[in-house]
């Protein structure tokens, strides 16, 4: 299995969609990569952790899951770099790859050291536009596979129908 670990802030702060809702709405753009890597862990089969620093806010770790995508704010005193080394190190097996996108220089050398790859945020930037890309095309793949009625209908009939459906005369 592949696990990806997402440093929340670097990645909001590098991507330019992201960096721009960051400026008016933090809250907004930290929602906006949840629902991104949401998309990128359902169609990668990658499970996804996403965390953000919470170093300067009182109290212990929080951790819930929105979209199926795992989010952590650090405890107080803990930076996301620091929580992100130990959930790479305790994460890391025979049959798990686990991977880290940053593009904190430091921290991509200090995962290497615990057996992670990494991914920098520019990286996984195409990686995302790419499966929402391989999405749309599917979607508009199967909508174009997909009958619009069980009964095979003239367009003329299907026109009628259609100005029924939408209360017209």
Same mark, same amino acid.
């Given at each position: 299995?592949?696990?990806?670990?997402?440093?929340?802030?670097?990645?909001?702060?590098?991507?330019?969609?992201?960096?721009?809702?960051?400026?008016?709405?933090?809250?907004?753009?930290?929602?906006?990569?949840?629902?991104?890597?949401?998309?990128?862990?359902?169609? *990668?089969?990658?499970?996804? +952790?996403?965390?953000?620093?919470?170093? &300067?806010? #009182?109290?212990? %770790? $929080?951790? =819930? !899951?929105?979209?199926?995508?795992?989010?952590?704010?650090?405890?107080?005193?803990? *930076?996301?770099?620091?929580? +992100?080394?130990?959930?790479?190190?305790? &994460?890391? #097996?025979?049959? %798990? $790859?686990? =991977? !880290?996108?940053?593009?904190?220089?430091?921290?991509?050398?200090?995962?290497?050291?615990?057996?992670?790859?990494?991914?920098?945020?520019?990286?996984?930037?195409?990686?995302?536009?790419?499966?929402?890309?391989?999405?749309?095309?599917?979607?508009?793949?199967?909508?174009?596979?997909?009958?619009?009625?069980?009964?095979?209908?003239?367009?003329?009939?299907?026109?009628?129908?259609?100005?029924?459906?939408?209360?017209?005369?």
């Amino acid at each position: 299995m592949d696990i990806l670990i997402v440093d929340g802030y670097n990645i909001i702060g590098a991507w330019p969609e992201l960096r721009e809702l960051r400026d008016t709405d933090l809250s907004l753009a930290r929602d906006r990569l949840v629902e991104k890597m949401a998309e990128y862990q359902a169609f *990668t089969g990658c499970k996804v +952790i996403i965390v953000f620093d919470a170093h &300067l806010v #009182q109290g212990t %770790t $929080k951790k =819930y !899951v929105d979209h199926q995508v795992e989010v952590i704010f650090t405890k107080e005193n803990e *930076t996301a770099d620091e929580h +992100i080394e130990k959930l790479a190190k305790s &994460l890391q #097996q025979v049959r %798990t $790859k686990v =991977y !880290v996108a940053t593009s904190d220089y430091t921290e991509q050398w200090a995962i290497f050291g615990q057996g992670a790859l990494r991914k920098s945020a520019r990286e996984l930037l195409i990686e995302v536009d790419a499966v929402q890309r391989n999405i749309s095309t599917n979607v508009k793949h199967i909508q174009q596979k997909k009958p619009m009625s069980k009964i095979p209908l003239t367009d003329e009939v299907a026109k009628i129908f259609e100005k029924w459906r939408r209360g017209e005369k």
